[in-house]
């Protein structure tokens, strides 16, 4: 306030030397007042605007005891012209019972991936002579296929005719579709697959690369 009041003196004094109109003294004090206050306002940092809340990213959720849950994902890898299939069987406490990875030729198309993916998480739950499960993946597309009791006539539909052939003699309940984050274990066997050959399958374990992403699903 000092300074703009010594400012408007200063400035009262030039119009006296060059105006026939003087600056009247009685305004000094609420000229400097004014300039204060606009110059306040022009250098006044805006407020923010509070951004909503974001949304958590949905973990894996366990199925109800006693089912297991079997997650499935494809990875492709245009550069080597080949793709990764992924599977993790979880129980109901989020313990791995089984993960797999294998690598294959590239099919036509992403949905052709995830629809291996699929099949290959039924063969190994047969395998491995499970009891009810769930089987999800973060693929929306197979999943609705999977749900649907029509034959699918997309260009993996041949796929989906077989898993359901598959389910006959099986105890699946459900399919249920996921986010990538709730995926996250069969997503990164699927990636992982890159540095193997064939298929690999670990009994109550994943490879090592894969420990904490698993862990990370409990935060």
Same mark, same amino acid.
């Given at each position: ?22 600056? #009247?003294? &009685? ?10 206050? %606009?110059?306040? %306002? ?15 990213? #949905? ?5 109800p ?20 299939? @992924? ?6 406490? @989020? !313990? ?11 099919? *036509?198309? *992403?949905?052709?991936v995830? &629809? ?14 499970? #009891? ?6 973060? *693929?929306? +597309? +197979? ?8 034959d699918s006539? $997309? ?7 077989? +898993?359901?052939?598959?389910?006959? !003699?099986?105890?699946?309940? *459900? ?5 990538? $984050?709730? !995926?996250s274990?069969?997503? $990164? ?8 050959? @064939? +298929? ?18 409990? @935060?």
């Amino acid at each position: 306030m000092f300074a703009s009041i010594t400012w408007t003196i200063w400035r009262r004094r030039n119009q006296l030397r060059t105006s026939s109109r003087p600056f #009247p003294l &009685a305004q000094v004090v609420p000229s400097a007042r004014q300039m204060l206050h %606009e110059y306040t %306002e022009a250098n006044q940092t805006p407020t923010l605007q509070s951004l909503p809340p974001q949304r958590s990213q #949905p973990r894996w959720e366990p199925p109800p005891p006693p089912f297991i849950k079997i997650n499935f994902d494809g990875a492709l890898f245009k550069d080597i012209e080949e793709a990764g299939l @992924g599977v993790a069987v979880r129980d109901s406490h @989020g !313990n791995i019972l089984a993960s797999l990875a294998e690598k294959i030729k590239m099919p *036509s198309s *992403s949905d052709e991936v995830e &629809a291996l993916a699929a099949v290959r998480a039924i063969t190994l739950a047969m395998d491995l002579n499970l #009891p009810s499960f769930i089987v999800e993946g973060d *693929s929306e +597309v +197979v999943i609705s296929a999977l749900r649907k009791k029509e034959d699918s006539f $997309s260009s993996f539909g041949y796929l989906i005719s077989s +898993v359901k052939q598959f389910l006959v !003699n099986c105890n699946c309940i *459900s399919f249920s579709h996921t986010r990538r $984050s709730g !995926n996250s274990v069969a997503h $990164s066997l699927a990636k992982f697959t890159k540095t193997i050959d @064939g +298929v690999l399958v670990w009994m109550e374990d994943v490879p090592p690369p894969i420990l904490d992403v698993l862990l990370a699903d409990f @935060g």
